[in-house]
Nanobody, 127 residues
Framework: QVQLVESGGGSVQAGGSLRLSCAAS????????MGWFRQAPGKEREGVAV????????YYADSVKGRFTISQDNAKNTVYLQMNSLKPEDTSMYYC????????????????????WGQGTQVTVSS
């Protein structure tokens, strides 16, 4: 059973930075797609970024391009989300997700395509 454990959330002021981590374990075959999603109260879950573990290629939501960076450390089975220039609208619960399949670039933000989810970590950005 694949387990994803997020860490690194917290409270920061606007303009600050946080780095989220997602440690993966329990898999026989490494997931091909690892993503970060977020969901604020009363809103739909939205894709933030994805990384394809085989080649390291990435996609980002338009709202975070240039501010967030997704990366991986294969030796540690860990995916990171470096978040800079944070804004109050980035306040949300952030979730790590893994998909066995390679999810094409046009669908990476579709949360229903991911097989495994972490428990989430809260990010709060104050103005």
């Amino acid at each position: 059973q694949v387990q994803l454990v997020e860490s690194g959330g917290g409270s920061v002021q606007a303009g600050g930075s946080l780095r989220l981590s997602c440690a993966a374990s329990g898999y026989t075959y490494r997931p091909n797609s690892m993503g970060w999603f977020r969901q604020a109260p009363g809103k739909e879950r939205e894709g933030v970024a994805v990384i394809y573990t085989g080649g390291g290629f990435t996609y980002y939501a338009d709202s975070v391009k240039g501010r967030f960076t997704i990366s991986q450390d294969n030796a540690k089975n860990t995916v990171y989300l470096q978040m800079n220039s944070l804004k109050p609208e980035d306040t949300s619960m952030y979730y790590c997700a893994a998909a066995v399949a390679f999810i094409g670039g046009g669908s990476w933000h579709d949360y229903s395509l991911y097989n495994y989810w972490g428990q989430g970590t809260q990010v709060t950005v104050s103005s």
